[in-house]
Structures are given as C-alpha cells and as structure tokens.
C-alpha cells in the first residue's frame, strides 16, 4: 500500500512517501480503505519525537490519527461493520497511520460515518469531535445555564468546542482574531473576544470551565479567568502527574512530569481552580454521538483545504504554518 511514514524523528524532510505492507487484521479489527485523513498538531509532535516518552513508536511509522473510509474487511470476532460500511475513526493512540491506503483499527475505535458528511468533511472530526466532547462533557461537566470560555475557536478543536458548548447550553466565550470574531459566532459563540486586542482574562473571570486549546501564556492566564472552584482543562502544555499514572508512565519518570506540570497546578492553587491536562483517548462509542448531532444540524466540520494524497507533504506545510482556519485535510481516494 501507498502511504506517508518516518523512519526516524525530525523535521518535515523525515515524512517519505513510499510501498509499506499492509498491516496485519487481528480478530477485534477492521480493515478500513480510506478515502480522506486530517492533519492534527499532534502528527508533527510526533514527527518531531516530542511525544516519545508517552508513546515510544517502532519505525517505519506511519502518520495520521484520524480518517474515513470504507469498511474492506472485518476479524472474525468483529459485530459491528461489514465490507462495504461507510465509516469513520480516531485510531488508537498505539496504531496510528490514516496517511495511508489502508488503515486497520479496532471495532471499539470505528462508527459509521454521518450519511449527510463527505468523506473529506468526516475525516476533519474525530479527533477534534472527541478532543471536545471529552474537554466539556467528560471532565468539564459542563452544563445548561453554565460558562465556558474556549480558546481559539476558529481553529479545529476550538470550533467545535463552541459548536457543542451551545448545543449543551452553556454561555459560550471564545477567543479569537477579530477577522474571524463572525465565523466564530456563526459557530455559536454569545460573545468573541479579540486575543490581539483584549486581554481575555480582563473580560472573563467567572468560568464555570475554561478549555484552554493554546497552552504556553495563554494556559497560565487562564487560571483568572475561572471562578472559584470552577476549572481549566487543556490539552497541549504542561501534562500532569495524573496524566503520567494514568498512562503507566514509568515512576523514574514521574518527577519529570511533576516539574513539568508544576507551574499549573501551583497556579491552579493560587486561584481555587481546578486544573486537568486532559490527552484525548479514541471511542466508537462517542463517535456515534458526535454522528448524531451532525445528523440533527448541530455540528458541523470546519475544513480550510483539501490536498490530494501525493501533497501530504504540503499539507503539513500549511497546517504547521498556523495559517489554517479550520481542518486541513488529505483527500486519499477519489
């Protein structure tokens, strides 16, 4: 099979594009042809070995986390898909590879793809849809009457983040550039608040949740702009020991992540505020949620640009670039 893999880590010069075999179907899989894959900050991390401590991967590797295709084959043990399924997936943190012909996953990870979504537009979902869904409803608790405020809510993740705060029916502020302030009310904010401009924690200080998407000054900033009691949930610097344990990280290294997250949580201290670094974990289960509301016209994806297969080095180009407004996504079939 064609596909975009790394033999070692670094830079963009590192992703070749190349024959590799397919990969081997267990009982539990399902072997997905796909169609179209999204870039996610993520991949580069990976690319660049900054995630190597939490996921130690064999080389080759293939990149990509999050894709759509269709169903070519299932494992013996597989109930939920057949041949021929439309569907889509965040691939286990363990397995990834969507920039690819041919991607196997495990039945757990897999749901049908919405009807009323292209396969390019599903693909730009699942890892932002779940990154989301996790922020607010898993660890933000968050709920009707409450306030969020959401960082970059222009980009992939934030987008959707304010797509389903409104949907739960919380007050929802987000930050944005003021070019994008209308696209982002258009996604349902009640209010945008120019990064460039305002200092968001000047107008925001009562949060129930504030889902931090930036990390570096901005997580650090955050801390003020939630109420007493309320919480920060981000999900890019600083992980937490809980992170650590929780991903069987060995203890040697556990003082590492303790530094690491220490100006958070002393932050968090400082102004009687909860704090979770929260890494996304995949969920057929949730995918079928997230479906639900696409079909019901509550959510919808946010794609910048759509490059063929052979461009994938490109569009990690544009992605990196931070010029993106939206999903950039790698249209592999068709």
């Not at 399924?85 to 690819?100: C, I, M, S, Y």
């Not at 696209?183 to 931090?212: I, N, P």
């Not at 990390?215 to 020991?241: C, N």
Request: charged share 25%.
């Amino acid at each position: 099979m064609r596909a975009f893999f790394i033999r070692r880590y670094g830079g963009p010069e590192v992703l070749e594009q190349g024959e590799l075999p397919s990969p081997p179907l267990g009982p539990r899989d399902v072997r997905i042809a796909v169609h179209a894959a999204s870039l996610n900050p993520v991949d580069w991390k990976v690319r660049e070995g900054k995630a190597r401590i939490l996921l130690p991967y064999r080389f080759p590797l293939v990149l990509g986390n999050d894709c759509a295709g269709e169903v070519m084959e299932v494992g013996a043990e597989v109930k939920s898909f057949k041949p021929g399924d439309a569907v889509w997936t965040r691939l286990d943190k363990d397995r990834p590879g969507a920039f690819a012909e041919e991607v196997v996953a495990p039945e757990a990870v897999v749901a049908p793809k919405p009807p009323r979504l292209s396969y390019e537009e599903a693909a730009s979902l699942p890892l932002v849809g779940l990154t989301a869904w996790q922020a607010l409803v898993e660890v933000g608790k968050l709920s009707a009457g409450q306030k969020v405020l959401v960082h970059a809510g222009a980009g992939g993740v934030g987008s959707v983040a304010v797509q389903l705060a409104r949907h739960l029916g919380a007050r929802v502020v987000a930050t944005a550039s003021g070019k994008n302030a209308e696209l982002v009310k258009g996604f349902g904010a009640d209010e945008v608040v120019d990064y460039r401009t305002q200092r968001f924690e000047d107008v925001v200080r009562d949060a129930d949740v504030v889902f931090d998407t930036v990390g570096a000054d901005t997580q650090l900033r955050s801390f003020r702009s939630a109420r007493k009691g309320g919480i920060v949930v981000s999900i890019t610097d600083r992980p937490d020991m809980a992170l650590a344990r929780s991903w069987g990280v060995s203890p040697v290294l556990w003082p590492v992540f303790a530094l690491v997250g220490a100006r958070a949580t002393l932050a968090a201290w400082r102004h009687g505020v909860r704090y979770t670094y929260l890494f996304m974990n995949p969920s057929g289960e949730q995918l079928r949620q997230l479906g639900a509301l696409v079909e019901a016209g509550k959510l919808r994806p946010h794609v910048d640009r759509v490059f063929p297969f052979d461009q994938t080095r490109e569009a990690f180009a544009h992605a990196e670039s931070g010029q993106a407004r939206g999903k950039v996504v790698v249209r592999v079939r068709g």
